[in-house]
């Protein structure tokens, strides 16, 4: 057997063709173009091609975007007056700090300065407990990503057995919520859970988001479960090249025993802009009333 591996490039490229024609409609209803400011801080080289890529694809589908590049020496004082000044933008209705931040500043005070109406990365504390509460809430990228990749393949997933490796703020916890409201029996495993490969073999769904590199084996898989990869690990580079991305799941191994797997790369990574973007036009259809 030889699952079937999941295009989420295809899927997210479909998404955004669709996101283009739903700009379109709102702007001609509204008179108005929904715009994201991205905020990055710092010089690190895979943020800076993060944030290129969503402003990009932003401006593609007919949306404003606005970056802010801001030095690594930015302090906190600095960076917070600046989502001060963007939350009472009227042309911005969406903002994003990319993350990771610089250590000398502290990740969840600047997140939670964000007006929870342009958290369009779903982190703030009140999107979370909207989540949490069954309540409409901006909700986080990856997450959202994964779960439409499962409807697509499963439509109905209830009573689903469902197994999240990781417990992120930013993508274990929030995917375990969107599970459960899919009325999935969720489990988040984690590095302190017994017989980890034992838990795994009895999901139907398995979601890795733990960040090391190929740590799910074959043998921790359910036979046809769907097995979705979040990890993106850059592997050590050899003979001077760049390293090679991996997953946190053993692509090779998992391939011959579940039914459907999404590869790394081309597989969740894309749909976490294309759900941004997503939540962007939700943010401004929200904020107009
Ligand atoms: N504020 C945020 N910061 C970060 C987030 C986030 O959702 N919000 N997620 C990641 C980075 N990220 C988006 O910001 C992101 C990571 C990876 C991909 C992606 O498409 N990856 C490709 C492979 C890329 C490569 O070859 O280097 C893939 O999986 O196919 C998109 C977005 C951390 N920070």
Redesign the pocket.
């Known amino acids: 057997m030889s699952a079937e591996v999941i295009d ?2 295809a899927f997210a490229d479909g998404l955004l063709r669709a996101l283009e024609d739903d700009v379109r409609a709102f702007k001609k209803e509204h008179d108005l173009v929904p715009g994201l400011a991205v905020v990055v801080v710092g010089h690190d080289p ?2 800076q ?2 944030v290129g ?2 402003a990009r694809r932003t401006v593609e589908i007919g949306m404003r975007s606005y970056e802010h590049r801001l030095e690594e020496a930015t302090s906190e004082a600095d960076l917070l007056a600046l989502i001060r000044r963007l939350n009472s933008a009227p042309e911005v209705h969406g903002i ?5 931040l610089p250590p000398h500043i502290d990740d969840a005070a600047v997140l939670d300065a964000i007006a929870p109406e342009k958290d369009v ?1 779903g ?1 703030h504390v009140i999107n979370a407990g909207r989540l949490a509460t069954g309540q409409s809430a901006l909700v ?3 997450p959202s990503g994964c779960l439409q990749l499962l409807k697509s393949i499963h439509g109905d997933l209830a009573g689903m057995r469902a197994l999240v490796l990781g417990r992120s703020n ?1 993508v274990g916890k929030p995917m375990a919520q969107l599970l459960l409201a899919e009325s999935c029996t969720v489990t988040i495993a984690h590095s302190r859970t017994r017989d980890l490969p034992g838990e795994c073999r009895r999901a139907d769904i398995l979601v890795a988001a733990v960040g090391r590199p190929r740590m799910v084996k074959g043998d921790w898989i359910k036979p046809g479960a769907t097995v979705i990869d979040v990890g ?1 690990n850059r592997l050590p580079a050899v003979d001077g090249g760049k390293g090679k ?1 991996v997953g946190d799941v053993d692509f090779e191994e998992a391939l011959a025993v579940a039914g459907h797997i999404t590869p ?7 749909m ?2 294309a759900c ?1 973007l997503q939540n962007t036009l939700k943010a401004a259809r929200v904020q107009i009333g």
């Open positions: 989420g490039k895979a943020s091609i993060y890529s969503k994003l700090v990319q993350l990771p990365d982190f986080p990228c990856t930013i993106i991305i790394v790369p081309g597989g969740v990574g894309p976490t802009i941004l």
